[in-house]
Every structure is written in structure tokens, then in C-alpha cells.
């Protein structure tokens, strides 16, 4: 009896090796960028269009080029604290390499080789193309360094196992699209919204874990912090013209001239810096969703 | 009592029963909080005029877009501390309102934000007369500062 139950421990161990060294933090190669050239201008696109400065900027500042981080998400889970990402050498990601960066932005995966939280969209960015990660790596580096130290995230257990996120990993993070994409319009607008934009993260309910709902995908979520509810992209919660939500993404108002208020100011803050054509894009592609 | 002094006395009599109604009326909620409710509706109400110009629901008019730009700029500049007053936040009038304590606590941008409000609607205003692509450049300056605030201080 005694014997069975050390072999049984023994294999429980070794199962919880197994599992953790199966779904260890994911980098990419070391040479998949190598023939890439990064073009700073190409990449503030791709910055407005991912919205980093939203989480990223100060609590209190409008300025969206620096990124101290420092603002706090009340979750189910915890509080999360948005870190440095200015490109300060110690206290952001001055010191990183692309190929850092880039396993940050695509796997979720710390250079220290640790797992990040959801919170950092990855789930989304995922999907990015390489050359945007170039793109966006050489325009982040142009951003002033603030020496500002992370703080760090407040959550409960089992929620603060770090290790855990492998398991979740392998449960949530894809880099598949979600709907088809018919013409070179919807397919950029799917890219916006899929990939860079990340909609799907609050506009999409999450399980008890945590993750997106692939059932309820953009019919709105209860908001995070509690009180409140993230309304719905697909058309029978939104009933609004492409024109609508070109025009919302661009200028806060809604069709009833009441104006954007919430997290999603800070997105149409960034968002509204992209070209008329890739707002019109975006809202095809909301309007497609189904 | 000849007729003339009994008309004028039941002129003066339904007169006043609809002030004091037309007071009872306007003492629904909180008036400080149905004041600024009510120019926010101003505001959308020519915010609309030059957003359906804008997008193109309807035909680009100079005069219509000037005039309701002008508007803009004119509630923007309004003096409106009497009805931002203290004491009128959600956490006195409760369903009434939605503008947080945060308003009126100390180093809140409020002030700061209402002068972005107004400098973007003094360049909307000079923008709106000029032609339909230069009305639609200057509302983003205007829904980013209506934005900002509603971000900060209105309750979600």
C-alpha cells in the first residue's frame, strides 16, 4: 500500500514535470526576423493600430508616447499593473532584442523565459505579421525612456502560479483567424480588429478561467471591473451603419452624438489616428461579423 | 367686476398655475444636474447637424455647419460653475446624475479639459464654413476633449 502510494506521487510529479516542461514559455527563432528591416514610420501605424498606449501611458496623462505604464485593471482574478515599456534599459524594454520582443508580442513569453498574463494582449497579437513586429519594434525604440519602476500585479491564488499559464496557453492561445475574410477590405479590417485592434478582449465574454468564450465571440462581456457592460459588435447588438463606426472610431460620437466615454475613449484616441481607409475597414469587418 | 378685470384675473390665475407647474416641472431631478443635462443635449443636438454633413447623410451647407459650429463654441465658453456645483455628484444624487466626486476633488483636470474643449471649438468654428473634408478634420479635436472628460468623470 505504502509502495503504491509513493509510485503514485511519483508519477503525479512527474506528470506536473511533464505538463509544465510540455507547455513552457514559447519563443520564436532566433533567425526568422533576420531578412526583415524595420521601418519606424510603418510601425506608429501599427502602434496606433494596437493600441499599447491605452494600458501603457500614465493614469493621469494624455500623452500617448510615453509609456511608463503604471495604470491598474481590476479582474475577476486580480488587480494587473501595466508595466514600463518605455525604452528605458532598466526599468522598460530598452535592452531588448527583436527576437525578444517579438516572443513577448507572439507567444506571451518573458525574456526572463516566463509566461505573461493575458492582460498583454498576445492572445490577439498572435496574429500579427512579421513585418509589423519589425515595424513596431523599430518605432517603439524611437519613444523617450521613462525610469519609472513596474509594479507588480495583485492577484490571488491559484491565479498568481505563473507556471500555470502554460496550461492556459495551450487551452486559449491560437493564431487562427476567427471568421473568413472575402475581399482585400475585410481582410485588412479583420487584421485591424482580430490581430493589432484586439476587440475580441473585451467584447468577448471569458470562462471561468479566463479565456475568451469562442461561442459568444463579440456579443459583449459584463465588464471586468464589475459594474457595467461591454456592449456587443455583432449585428444583433449593434445596429449601426459601417459609416456609424467609421465615424465613432474616428471622432468618439455615436450616432446619437452622445461620445465615447470609458476604456473606449482611450481607444478611439488611438484608433482615430489611423487612415480614414483602414477605420472604413475596420468597420466592414464589424459590420461582416456575424 | 366688469369683464375686462375678470379676464385679466383669470389670465393672471392660469398664468400663474403654469409657472408653478412649469417650475414643479423643471424641479424633477436635481437642478443643477438637469441644467447640465441640457446642455449636453445642446451639444448634441449641433453636434448632429454637422456630424450627418460630416459622414455625408446629408448635403454639406456652409451657413447650417458655421451656425452650429458657432453654437458649439458659444455653450463651450458659457460660464457653468453654478451647475458643476459640489455636493451634485453621484454620490449625493445617486440614478440623477452621472458625473463622479472625482470632478470636484483636488488637482482634477476638469478645468484644464474644458479649455481643450473650448480652443477646439474655436478651430471647428473656423474650420466649419470652409468645405465638407475641413468640417470633418476638426470634430476629432472636439470629440477627443468631450471624450477625455467623459472618460475621467462620467460614471460608465
Known amino acids: ?290 | 367686476m366688469n369683464f375686462t378685470k375678470q379676464f385679466a384675473l383669470v389670465v393672471a390665475a392660469l398664468t400663474l398655475a403654469g409657472v408653478t407647474l412649469a417650475h414643479a416641472g423643471g424641479h424633477d431631478g436635481n437642478p443643477a444636474a438637469t441644467a447640465r443635462q441640457a446642455h449636453m443635449k445642446l451639444y448634441a443636438f449641433n453636434l448632429d447637424v454637422i456630424g450627418a454633413m460630416a459622414k455625408g447623410e446629408v448635403d454639406y451647407d456652409a451657413v447650417a455647419a458655421q451656425a452650429a459650429a458657432s453654437n458649439l463654441l458659444a455653450l463651450a465658453m458659457m460660464k457653468q460653475n453654478a451647475y458643476w456645483a459640489p455636493g451634485t455628484s453621484t454620490a449625493e444624487l445617486g440614478n440623477a446624475t452621472r458625473a463622479l466626486p472625482s470632478i470636484w476633488e483636488d488637482g482634477s483636470r476638469l478645468d484644464d479639459i474644458g479649455v481643450q474643449l473650448i480652443e477646439a471649438a474655436r478651430q471647428l468654428a473656423s474650420a466649419a464654413g470652409e468645405g465638407q473634408d475641413e468640417l470633418r478634420g476638426a470634430i476629432r479635436g472636439v470629440g477627443g476633449t468631450c471624450s477625455a472628460c467623459h472618460r475621467s468623470f462620467r460614471q460608465r
Open chain 1, 1 to 290: 500500500m505504502k509502495r503504491a502510494l509513493t509510485w503514485l506521487s511519483l508519477l503525479g510529479v512527474f506528470g506536473i514535470a511533464a505538463a509544465l516542461w510540455l507547455t513552457r514559455p514559447a519563443v520564436v527563432d532566433s533567425t526568422r526576423f533576420a531578412s526583415l528591416q524595420g521601418n519606424a514610420v510603418q510601425g506608429e501605424v501599427v502602434f496606433w493600430a494596437g493600441g499599447c498606449a491605452s494600458c501603457h501611458k500614465a493614469e493621469t496623462s494624455d500623452d500617448d508616447l510615453a509609456l511608463p505604464g503604471g495604470r491598474r485593471f481590476v479582474t475577476q482574478f486580480g488587480t494587473f499593473a501595466a508595466p514600463n515599456i518605455s525604452s528605458d534599459p532598466t526599468y522598460g524594454i530598452g535592452d531588448w532584442t527583436l527576437v525578444e520582443f517579438a516572443s513577448a508580442l507572439l507567444h506571451g513569453t518573458s525574456p526572463e523565459g516566463h509566461h505573461y498574463y493575458p492582460a498583454f494582449p498576445y492572445t490577439s497579437y498572435a496574429r500579427m505579421n512579421d513585418q509589423d513586429v519589425v515595424d513596431l519594434w523599430a518605432f517603439m525604440q524611437t519613444l523617450p525612456a521613462l525610469p519609472m519602476a513596474s509594479q507588480p500585479h495583485e492577484l490571488t491564488f491559484p491565479f498568481n502560479v505563473r507556471s500555470s499559464l502554460g496550461v492556459w496557453k495551450s487551452l486559449f492561445l491560437g493564431s487562427a483567424w476567427v471568421r473568413p475574410a472575402e475581399t482585400p477590405e475585410l481582410e485588412r479590417g479583420r487584421y485591424l480588429v482580430e490581430a493589432l485592434g484586439h476587440c475580441t478582449e473585451c467584447h468577448t465574454p471569458r470562462n471561468f478561467l479566463g479565456g475568451s468564450l469562442a461561442s459568444a465571440w463579440m456579443e459583449g462581456a459584463p465588464h471586468p471591473a464589475g459594474k457595467g457592460r461591454i456592449p456587443g459588435l455583432v449585428p444583433s447588438a449593434l445596429n449601426w451603419s459601417v459609416e456609424d463606426i467609421a465615424y465613432y472610431l474616428e471622432t468618439g460620437f455615436t450616432p446619437d452624438f452622445d461620445s465615447a466615454g470609458g476604456e473606449m475613449a482611450e481607444v478611439v484616441a488611438t484608433i482615430g489616428r489611423l487612415s480614414p481607409e483602414d477605420r472604413l475597414a475596420i468597420a466592414q469587418y464589424i459590420k461582416a461579423l456575424e
